[in-house]
C-alpha cells in the first residue's frame, strides 16, 4: 500500500472505532512493511486485543500489544486521545510496560515515550504527514526498533542540572549570612513548586508568572514567595482570587521567605524551564542533599548509587515475596470463582463469590498495611523506590483480579508506607521531598487523579534522630516494619572515635556489649538491631547494604548471629557502590527467619549462604585456628611516623664511623619491603628501626636518632595513644613476637597483606616487612611451596575480604594462615629437617626452587642488571640496572605483570612450573591431581576440624 492509497482510504472512513481499527492497523502494517498481530497465532508477543475479559466490560488492556515495543489504543475520531493515554497507563504494567504508549483516532497517531530512566518525549503523526518518509521511518521504528525513539536526555541528567543549579542558589544564600537550615527549608519549597507548577497541582504558570513579576521588581520577590506558601499551607487558600490547593503535610508550616537579588532570580527562572515533571526521585534527595548540607558541599561531583542495586534488595524483600504471596491468592481466587460459575444453586454460587472477594479483599488490605522502614533512609532513595514497588503491586493485583472477573478497586498505597530514620535534618526533609514527589509522579504516570486536600499527606513517619542509640545510652527503638532496607552508614571500627567522637562511641559500644564486639564496623549495629526486630517478630525480612568487610574478622559476628537463628536467602556478596564519590566494595545482603525455595548467592542458586557471603559446600566460616599454625605469621610494624628513608641516607649512616656506644648504625637501619617492593620493583627504602630499645639507647645512634627526632617525635607526641605519644622513637608496634621467631633463620616467607595475585617470595631476615605485609617464620622451600599451591591460594581467597578500588582479596593471619591445615608431617610446628627427607616434601621443594629461580631470571635478567655487595656486609646485595635502557626495561618487569600472562601464550612457562607444584603438593596430601577447587576445599576443612585447636 503507498502512502497515498492509504491516506485517501481512511481519511474517507465514517466506520465507528471498533468497526475500523484493525484494518487501520493492518493497512498500517502493510505500509510500514511491517508484520501484522496476526503473525503470532499464540499471541504471546504480539496481539490485538491484548489482555481478556473484564467484568466493567470490553475487551483487552489495549487495541494492540508488541511486546518490548508498544501499547496501541484506538479512539474514534477527534475523540479524546488524552483519556486514551490515560487508559494506556491504568494497564501498562499488564503490558509489561512497554516502551511506547500510542494512541489514535485514525486520523492522528500519537507516540509517547514510556522508558522508566528517560524524560517523557511526544511524537505526533497525522495522516497527511504520512508522506514524509522520515514520519514514515519514525512510526516503522516504533514496530521493530523502539530505542531509536528513546530520548536522549536522561531522568538523571536532568536532575543533576537542576541540583547543581539549586546548589549554587544555596551557596549564594549561606554566603549572606542565613543560616543553612533555612537556606535548606527555603530551597526545598522552591523545588517542590517548581514540580507543582510544571504537574498542574498549582494554578497554571503560577510559579513561572510570580517570577516574571520578580525579575520586573526583585525587592518584591520574598513578598511574593510568602503570599504563594501561606495560600498552600491551609485549606481555601488563594492568590489575586485564584484558588491554590490545600498542600499541608508540614513542607509549608510557615510562609518564611528568603530574599533573591535578580541574579538569583534570573537563576531561579532559568531552572524553571526546566521538565520538573521529569526529575527523578530516586537521586534527587542524594544531589540536593550534597548542594544544601555545607558539610557536603565537597561530593557535588560525586556519583550516587544507582537504583538498579537499591532495587535487588526491594526485589528481593518486597517485590517478591509480595508477589508469591499474590499468586497464590489468584490461584484461589480463581478456583472459587471456577466454583462460582459452575454452581447450580444460588447458595453455592454467592459462597464462593464471597470466598473470592474475601480473599481479594484480604490481599489489597496486606498491602495497604505492609510498612518499609529504612532505619538510616538518608535522603530517600529506599523509601522512594520501596514505595513505588508497593504501588506497582497494588495496581497489578488489581488489573489481573479484574481479568479474573473480579470489580478494579482504586489505588490506596501512599506515602505512610514508608517509615525512616535519619540523624541529618537536610536528608530527612529531603527524604519527604522524595516520597511525595514519587507518590505524585507515579498517579500522573498511571493515568490515576493527583491527590488532594491535601496533596501532602503528612510523613511524621520519617524521623529525624538517631537511629541506633538513644540520649541516655541505650539501644534506640524502630518502629514495626513488615520489611527493613536500606544502607547504613559505612565507618570503620578504627575510624569511629574521629568521626562519632570518643564519648558517643563509648556510649555505643557499652549499649550492645554482649552483643557486638568493640571492633565492629558502625554498620554492624543496623544489622544487630535489623537481626533484633526480625527474632521478636516485629519484621518479616530484611535486606541492608554493608561494607563488604562484614564477611570477614570481627564485623562478622553479626551475620554469624543472623544465621544462628534465620537464614541469609539472598546476597550480592562483593559489588561496586558509591559512597559519597569514593568507589567502595559492598554486600548486600537479604535475610528472613525462613525462607522457601532456593538461596541466591551473586545471582546464582545456591543451597546455602554461609555467614561470610559464600556458597560452597565447605562452609569455610567453620574453620578454627590450629595450633600447630599459631605464633608463625605475623603483620610487619605499623611505624606510626615517617621513620622511613631513602637509601642514600641509609647508606651514608651505615658507612659513618661507630657511635659513642662503640656500636655501628647498621643495629638500628634496616631496608623495608612493602606491598608495591614486592609486587612490583623494589623502592630502595630503608627504616630507622630502634625496636624495643629505651630512649637513652637509641640516643646513642645520633644520625638515625636526630632524624627521628625531627621528623617523627612532633607527630607522636600528638598521638591519643599513651603509649605512641610517650615513646615516640619506637614504631607504633615493634613486634617482638616477630622478630623473636625469625631470629633462628637468614630468611623468610612474606606476602602482601591485599594484591591482586596471591604471590609469596622470599625475604632475607635483615629486611623489615612493612604493616601491609605478612611474614612467616619458615625458611624451607617445602613451606614456601605448600603456601604457593593453588590449595592455599583457594583457602586465603575463600577467607579473604576484598579491598579498595581494584577490588584486591586481602590476606591475614588469623584467618588465611593459621587456619590452613599443612600436609600430615609438614605441618609448619614441625622442624624443616624432620621432614628433609620426606619424598613428598623433597618434591614440593624442588617445584618451589623451580618456580623461584625461573621468576627471578625473568624479574632480573642476567644482561639487564648487575650485582652489587651492599656498602656494609650483613644486608642483602643490591640489584641494579646495567644502564638507562636496561632500567627503562626492567620496570615491565615486575610479580603483578608476570602473573598478568597466566593463561596467556607467554604465561604458559610459569603455568607449567606452577601446576608442577600443585600436583606435589597435591599428592602430599594424597589427592588426585586434578582435584577440583571445590573438592579440595572440603577435604582441607575437614582436616581443619579434625586437628587440635589453637587454645
Known amino acids: 500500500m503507498t502512502p497515498q492509497d492509504f491516506i485517501r482510504k481512511w481519511k474517507a472512513n465514517t466506520r465507528a472505532e471498533r468497526a ?100 517523557s518525549a511526544r511524537h505526533e503523526v497525522t495522516l497527511e504527514d504520512l508522506q514524509d518518509p522520515a514520519k514514515r521511518a519514525l512510526l516503522k521504528a516504533a514496530f521493530s526498533e523502539p530505542d531509536r525513539l528513546r530520548p536522549t536526555k536522561t ?50 504558570g503560577l510559579f513561572e508568572r510570580m517570577l516574571h513579576a520578580a525579575q520586573a521588581n526583585p525587592p518584591r520577590f520574598a513578598d511574593f514567595a510568602s503570599r504563594l506558601f ?19 503535610g508540614g513542607l509549608f508550616d510557615d510562609d518564611t521567605a528568603l530574599a533573591l537579588d535578580l541574579a538569583d532570580i534570573k537563576l531561579l527562572a532559568r531552572v524553571a524551564a526546566l521538565d520538573w515533571a521529569e526529575i527523578d526521585p530516586s537521586i534527587l534527595g542524594t544531589l540536593f542533599e550534597r548542594g544544601l548540607d555545607p558539610d557536603k558541599r565537597s561530593q557535588l561531583g560525586a556519583h550516587y548509587t544507582d537504583r538498579e542495586k537499591i532495587g535487588r534488595l526491594v526485589d528481593a524483600t518486597i517485590t517478591r515475596p509480595l508477589l508469591a504471596e499474590w499468586a497464590a491468592v489468584k490461584a484461589g481466587l480463581a478456583a472459587a470463582l471456577e466454583r462460582e460459575a459452575a454452581a447450580t444453586n444460588t447458595r453455592a454460587k454467592n459462597k464462593a463469590a464471597a470466598e473470592a472477594s ?138 569511629m572515635i574521629g568521626t562519632l567522637g570518643e564519648d558517643y ?56 548471629r543472623i544465621q544462628e537463628r534465620a537464614t541469609i536467602f539472598e546476597a550480592w556478596s562483593n559489588e561496586p557502590w558509591n559512597l559519597d564519590g569514593a568507589a567502595v566494595r559492598v554486600s548486600l545482603v537479604a535475610f528472613a527467619k525462613q525462607h522457601d525455595g532456593p538461596a541466591m548467592l551473586d545471582g ?27 605464633r608463625l605469621s605475623f603483620q610487619g610494624p605499623v611505624k606510626v611516623g615517617p621513620f622511613d628513608i631513602d637509601g642514600t641516607i641509609a647508606r651514608g649512616w651505615l658507612a659513618a664511623a661507630l657511635n659513642a656506644n662503640g656500636r655501628p648504625n647498621t643495629d638500628v637501619v634496616r631496608p623495608i619491603m612493602n606491598t608495591a617492593d614486592i609486587t612490583g620493583r623494589s623502592s630502595d627504602t630503608w627504616i630507622v628501626d630502634f625496636a624495643s630499645r629505651d630512649e637513652a ?33 619506637q614504631h607504633g608496634e615493634t613486634v617482638p613476637g616477630l622478630r623473636a621467631a625469625l631470629a633462628p633463620f637468614t630468611r623468610y616467607i612474606a606476602t602482601p597483606r591485599v594484591a591482586k595475585h596471591r604471590l609469596f617470595v622470599w625475604l632475607a631476615v635483615q629486611v623489615l616487612p612493612d604493616s601491609r605485609v605478612f611474614a612467616i617464620a ?108 636496561a632500567a627503562q626495561a626492567l620496570k615491565a618487569r615486575t610479580l603483578t605483570k608476570l602473573y598478568n600472562t597466566r593463561g596467556t601464550p607467554e604465561g604458559t612457562w610459569l603455568d607449567g612450573l606452577h601446576q608442577r607444584l600443585d600436583e606435589a603438593v597435591a599428592a602430599a596430601y594424597g589427592w588426585p591431581a586434578t582435584i577440583s577447587e571445590e573438592d579440595a576445599l572440603a577435604a582441607l576443612l575437614a582436616l581443619n576440624h579434625a586437628r587440635p585447636a589453637a587454645s
Open 358 to 495: 474475601a480473599a481479594y479483599k484480604g490481599f489489597l488490605d496486606r498491602l495497604r498495611g505492609f510498612r518499609v522502614l529504612d532505619p538510616a533512609c538518608g535522603s530517600g532513595n529506599f523509601l522512594y523506590l520501596a514505595l513505588l514497588a508497593l504501588k506497582d503491586l497494588e495496581v497489578r493485583a488489581s488489573v489481573e483480579a479484574e481479568a479474573l472477573g473480579l470489580p478494579r478497586e482504586f489505588p490506596q498505597v501512599g506515602p505512610e508506607a514508608v517509615c525512616g530514620i535519619e540523624i541529618n535534618p537536610y536528608a530527612a526533609e529531603l527524604a519527604r521531598v522524595s516520597v511525595w514527589i514519587g507518590h505524585i509522579q507515579w498517579a500522573r504516570r498511571n493515568g490515576l487523579p493527583l491527590p488532594s486536600d491535601p496533596v501532602l499527606r503528612p510523613l511524621e513517619t520519617i524521623e529525624c534522630r538517631d537511629a541506633v542509640l538513644t540520649p541516655d545510652g541505650q539501644p534506640a527503638a524502630w518502629p514495626k516494619a513488615d520489611a527493613i532496607i536500606g544502607n547504613p552508614p559505612f565507618l570503620g571500627d578504627k575510624a
Open 505 to 560: 562511641t563509648a556510649r555505643l559500644r557499652a549499649a550492645y556489649a554482649g552483643r557486638l564486639p568493640g571492633g565492629v564496623d558502625l554498620v554492624c549495629y543496623w544489622f544487630e538491631r535489623a537481626r533484633e526486630e526480625l527474632a521478636a517478630g516485629r519484621t518479616e525480612r530484611v535486606g541492608l547494604v554493608a561494607t563488604q568487610a562484614i564477611r570477614k574478622g570481627a564485623s562478622r559476628i553479626v551475620l554469624d
Open 20 to 119: 475500523a481499527v484493525q484494518e487501520h492497523f493492518i493497512d498500517l502494517c502493510a505500509l510500514l512493511n511491517e508484520p501484522t498481530p496476526n503473525t503470532d497465532p499464540t499471541g504471546a508477543t504480539y496481539a490485538f486485543e491484548k489482555g481478556a475479559t473484564k467484568a466493567t466490560g470490553g475487551e483487552g488492556w489495549a487495541d494492540v500489544w508488541k511486546r518490548a515495543c508498544f501499547g496501541w489504543e484506538y479512539k474514534g475520531k477527534h475523540k479524546d486521545l488524552e483519556a486514551a493515554h490515560r487508559q494506556l497507563l491504568l494497564y501498562a504494567g499488564a503490558l509489561e510496560n512497554p516502551p511506547l504508549l500510542i494512541t489514535s483516532d485514525i486520523e492522528r497517531i500519537v507516540i509517547r515515550t514510556n522508558w522508566t530512566n528517560a524524560v
Open 155 to 204: 531522568r538523571q541528567a536532568l536532575t543533576e542540572q537542576a541540583a547543581a543549579d539549586f546548589a549554587e542558589l544555596a551557596r549564594r544564600l549561606r554566603a549572606r549570612g542565613h543560616d543553612p537550615h533555612d537556606v535548606a527549608h527555603f530551597v526545598i519549597r522552591l523545588v517542590f513548586c517548581l514540580f507543582a507548577d510544571d504537574v498542574a497541582l498549582l494554578p497554571q
Open 604 to 630: 546464582a542458586a545456591v543451597p546455602t549462604i554461609h555467614a561470610d557471603l559464600s556458597g560452597g559446600a565447605a562452609n569455610l566460616t567453620t574453620a578454627r585456628g590450629l595450633a600447630e599454625n599459631m
Open 230 to 248: 501561606r495560600a498552600m499551607k491551609d485549606p481555601g487558600g488563594e492568590i489575586d482570587f485564584t484558588p491554590v490547593p490545600w498542600f499541608n
Open 697 to 729: 639507647e637509641a640516643a646513642f645512634y645520633a644520625g638515625p636518632f636526630g632524624h627521628v627526632v625531627r621528623e617523627v617525635k612532633p607527630l607522636r607526641e600528638k598521638n591519643r595513644r599513651g603509649r605512641r605519644a610517650e615513646k615516640w622513637w
Open 778 to 885: 619458615r625458611d624451607d622451600d617445602t613451606s614456601f611451596g605448600i603456601l604457593h599451591s593453588r590449595f592455599h591460594e583457594a583457602w586465603a581467597l575463600g577467607n579473604a575480604s576484598r579491598h579498595g578500588v581494584g577490588n584486591d582479596p586481602t590476606y591475614n593471619n588469623q584467618s588465611c594462615f593459621e587456619t590452613f591445615p599443612f600436609p600430615d608431617g609438614l605441618t609448619p610446628n614441625l622442624p624443616a629437617a624432620s621432614y628433609a627427607a620426606d619424598p613428598r616434601a623433597m618434591a614440593i621443594a624442588e617445584a618451589a626452587r623451580a618456580l623461584v629461580e625461573a621468576r627471578n631470571r625473568w624479574l632480573n635478567p642476567a644482561d639487564l642488571v648487575e650485582t652489587m655487595p651492599e656498602v656494609v656486609p650483613g644486608f642483602p646485595d643490591r640489584i641494579l640496572p646495567r644502564d638507562a635502557a
